[in-house]
């Protein structure tokens, strides 16, 4: 029996350091070479450095001149992440989406039959970063409005940051809903955080819902 | 929906042709045999057995394996029992994570070394990244290998004839570990890395929003525990919400190459089988009847959640991607609904989409998957499952023609049955009375929402939440209903002993069989054998299956799933 014990230890530490250790320090290591944006979460930098976001996670929009992602059970909290867990019949469900469909109605002026159901359920996570592309171009009306351009240009930004279903049959048609925000801001001027308050533009009037800034 | 049944099935078939060849690859690792990898791999699995001081020729007869089996098993234990309560103090704590409860701990520990993966935490608010490495990333490598090991020996014992022995646990364990999951496992790391899982060391990345809020991004070194995670049946994921979250799961291409890693290692050990016992008719036959219960499962469930939920339906939404509550937009419902059947009938557990959002006759899938628990199954141990199926069915053919029932030449008797019955049985019962003694103490309790709060749906669908996870935890599989409130000493510990008890009786129980089956003579076949490699004997297996199997549940799908489905319009 001491042999067994003996045993069990002696592999349980040797295997620890390999499989724990080795294998994914190994694994770092190749990372930081090879795939080195990709190991460190993908992550979007400004010019001074600062971290916008990852390209591969959900952050929250609500100004009208931003394209929104799809609702998120935590509030797109990528440090505590998860889904709603809600099920299929449950009263506190269906009442959100009812809620989540009303806001949607009136913000982009459509009718139910126009939004996609991405719009008003929650992701598994909390922070898919993709609206299927019907979904851009329900919001487009709303962007072009709030940024004084054209709907075709904005319809057109949309298109090039379409993403197809990989290798044709894998998966869905998506938009990357920062990039495309990022795209916006690029194309059409920043509007976001970094701007001078008072940059002129109709943009700048709308009530911003939910944004924290201050109207004077 | 088109590109959807394409990808699918293109999913599906690769796995089971890329299933052969490893199947082919694992006999001659476990027979002695020349594989390619040789030059590397058996240098480190020799290293590991001289470091650990094991006699590479040293045998062992059943019990010795059992042994072998157990002591291991209860030392990991310990010693990831003792990291994760003093995580604290331990290095590699960028963002600070406080040691972990010990009802938690018991449950969280408890749940890996059996190679459930049930998680009680949240990874990224639960563990350090030393304990994503030293407790997670170890066990997710090591129980399956045990799960592997285990297999082989009752392979061993069903294929030989007069023997003695079944060979040596702590070889077999290497072996497993060493030469068939570590290159795996490296090759879909840097796979799923190169599509963006991240793999740091780094803390929380702060970022500032485009509309300037603060977001920290938790991230760390999840690329090494997604891979064994997937490929090991564990499913254990390095975040809360599992391969549903970008960083687990970023891209359709990561999702197909994480799909095909559940599957590829339960579906080769059935080759394995075949080229062992020396029967690939044998391995066919049972690879067959696996088929025709899992295709049937994923053609359902993929039709119920591409149909959507009809409650939605009515608010007039287009729904015409399915039901997409808890689900990826870049998944979508169809590989949502293949993962969750994949994931359930083996005992993986690793979720791309919230089962307990699914639909309620497509979230039926994957209790069926884990009540049946043989189709493919777990690296090893699934499959340990479903020769005790075989075995059964071998009797009940035997009994209805009236021949002597024998597999492999040996007869089948009472001693045999009972210890397959035990193996058979424990499993409803962990089930069903589990869930009895939690509806009971919900019952009892004085206004149990505010009191328990352990449902977050009401009616049959909370009933379903209770059911899953004792399932799951019976199942060994991990995969949750998580709209549970599961983090109370009630369930941690209740489910922690279901599930050291539904590991070690299912492995020890056939590893007997194994060893009574071994040391009996193997009579040459006749005419008036059962031929267990027919197509006749498929059919019944899949009967017997089918009716053994889910017969007894029954009662409980009526309670949960079917009768949400009924009120649900």
Same mark, same amino acid.
């Given at each position: ?7 069990a ?27 080195? +944006? ?5 992550? #979007? ?5 600062? #971290? ?27 440090? !505590? ?88 049959? $894998? ?16 194309? &059409? ?16 009037? *709308?009530?911003?819902?939910? !944004? ?5 | ?12 078939? @690769? ?28 240098? @480190? ?17 059943w019990k010795?394996y059992s042994v072998s089996l157990l002591v291991s098993n209860i030392v990991m234990w310990l ?12 290095? $590699? ?13 018991f449950?969280?520990i408890s749940s890996f070394t059996t190679n459930t993966?049930l ?16 407790? #997670?990333?170890?066990l997710?490598?090591v129980t399956a290998a045990t799960g592997v090991a285990a297999c082989?020996a009752t ?14 646990f702590?070889?077999?364990l ?54 064994? *995670? ?75 959640? =591409? ?13 015409? =991607? ?8 870049? &998944?979508?419902?169809? $590989? ?11 005992s ?25 628990n043989?189709? &493919?199954?777990g690296?090893g141990v699934g499959?340990i499952n479903?020769?005790i ?17 024998? &597999?492999?030449? *040996? ?6 049955? *009972?210890l397959? +019955?035990l193996a058979l049985l424990w499993h409803?019962l962990a ?32 009933? !379903? ?8 935890s019976a199942a060994n ?6 709209? $549970? ?8 510990? !209740?489910c922690g002993l279901v599930m050291l008890l539904s590991r070690y009786i299912p492995i020890i129980a056939p590893l007997a069989l194994a060893g ?34 889910? @017969? ?18």
């Amino acid at each position: 029996m001491l042999t067994e014990i003996r045993r069990a230890i002696l592999f349980t530490l040797v295997t620890m350091v390999l499989l724990g250790g080795v294998y994914n320090v190994g694994l770092w290591g190749i990372g930081r070479v090879v795939f080195s +944006s990709q190991a460190e979460g993908s992550l #979007i930098h400004r010019p001074d450095g600062t #971290i916008v976001g990852s390209r591969l996670i959900a952050q929250k929009f609500t100004r009208p001149e931003y394209f929104q992602p799809r609702p998120s059970g935590v509030d797109y909290n990528a440090a !505590s992440t998860g889904g709603t867990n809600y099920g299929p019949s449950n009263p506190d469900h269906l009442k959100a989406v009812r809620e989540r469909l009303d806001a949607i109605e009136t913000q982009e002026g459509v009718r139910a039959g126009a939004v996609p159901s991405e719009m008003v359920t929650a992701s598994g996570g909390g922070l898919d970063p993709h609206i299927p592309p019907r979904a851009a171009e329900l919001q487009a009306a709303r962007v072009a409005r709030a940024r004084n351009v054209s709907v075709d240009r904005v319809l057109e930004l949309i298109r090039a940051h379409t993403e197809g279903p990989t290798f044709g049959f $894998l998966g869905r048609a998506r938009v990357n809903v920062l990039e495309l925000n990022l795209a916006l801001d690029e194309q &059409f001027g920043q509007t976001g955080a970094g701007r001078p308050s008072r940059a002129g533009g109709s943009a700048g009037l *709308k009530p911003r819902a939910g !944004s924290g800034d201050s109207h004077d | 929906m088109g590109t959807d049944i394409l990808a699918i099935a293109f999913i599906i078939l @690769l796995t089971i042709a890329t299933s052969v060849a490893l199947g082919r690859y694992m006999f001659n690792v476990f027979t002695g045999g020349r594989t390619f990898l040789d030059p590397v791999l058996v240098p @480190l699995e020799r290293l590991v057995l001289r470091l650990t001081g094991v006699d590479p020729n040293e045998e062992q007869d059943w019990k010795q394996y059992s042994v072998s089996l157990l002591v291991s098993n209860i030392v990991m234990w310990l010693a990831t029992f003792a990291i994760v309560s003093i995580q604290q103090w331990l290095p $590699l704590n960028p963002d600070s994570i406080a040691n972990m409860e010990p009802t938690l701990s018991f449950n969280t520990i408890s749940s890996f070394t059996t190679n459930t993966n049930l998680q009680h935490y949240s990874g990224e608010t639960g563990l350090s990244y030393f304990s994503q490495m030293f407790v #997670i990333s170890f066990l997710q490598f090591v129980t399956a290998a045990t799960g592997v090991a285990a297999c082989i020996a009752t392979i061993r014992g069903l294929a030989g004839s007069r023997l003695a022995h079944i060979g040596n646990f702590y070889v077999d364990l290497t072996r497993a570990t060493v030469r068939v999951f570590l290159p795996l496992a490296v090759l879909v790391s840097l796979i799923v890395m190169s599509q963006g899982t991240p793999m740091t060391f780094e803390g929380a990345a702060q970022a500032t929003t485009l509309e300037g809020q603060a977001q920290p991004i938790a991230r760390g070194v999840t690329a090494g525990v997604v891979s064994i *995670k997937q490929l090991g049946t564990n499913g254990g994921g390095y975040f809360g919400p599992n391969s549903a979250h970008p960083y687990e799961n970023p891209t359709p291409l990561s999702n197909l190459i994480e799909t095909w890693s559940i599957t590829l290692i339960p579906m080769a050990m059935v080759w394995t089988l075949g080229y062992m016992v020396g029967r690939r008719r044998l391995a066919i036959v049972i690879f067959a009847t696996m088929l025709a219960i899992y295709l049937p499962m994923v053609v359902f469930g993929v039709a119920q959640e =591409t149909r959507g939920n009809p409650a939605i339906t009515t608010m007039g939404v287009d729904q015409s =991607t399915g039901s997409m509550e808890g689900k990826e937009v870049r &998944f979508g419902a169809g $590989l949502s609904a293949l993962w969750a059947v994949t994931t359930t009938v083996t005992s993986n557990g690793s979720v791309n989409s919230m089962h307990d959002s699914m639909t309620p006759l497509g979230g039926l899938m994957p209790m069926i998957g884990m009540w049946l628990n043989n189709i &493919f199954g777990g690296v090893g141990v699934g499959f340990i499952n479903m020769l005790i199926f075989v075995i059964v069915a071998v009797f009940v053919a035997g009994m209805m023609v009236g021949r002597t029932p024998e &597999f492999l030449g *040996k007869k089948v008797e009472a001693k045999e049955m *009972k210890l397959a +019955s035990l193996a058979l049985l424990w499993h409803p019962l962990a089930i069903l009375v589990g869930t009895a003694i939690a509806c009971y103490v919900w019952a009892t309790s004085a206004d149990p929402g505010t009191a328990l709060a352990w449902l977050k749906n009401p009616g049959p669908h909370g009933f !379903s939440e209770m059911l899953y996870e004792f399932s799951s935890s019976a199942a060994n599989n991990g995969s949750g209903f998580e709209g $549970l409130g599961d983090n109370t000493p009630f369930w941690n510990i !209740s489910c922690g002993l279901v599930m050291l008890l539904s590991r070690y009786i299912p492995i020890i129980a056939p590893l007997a069989l194994a060893g009574v089956l071994g040391a009996k003579p193997a009579a040459p076949e006749t005419a008036g054998s059962l031929r267990a490699d027919s197509v006749t004997f498929g059919f019944t297996l899949w009967a017997v299956i089918v009716i053994l199997g889910l @017969l007894m549940f029954m009662p409980v799908a009526v309670l949960g799933p079917i009768a949400e489905h009924l009120a649900l319009r």
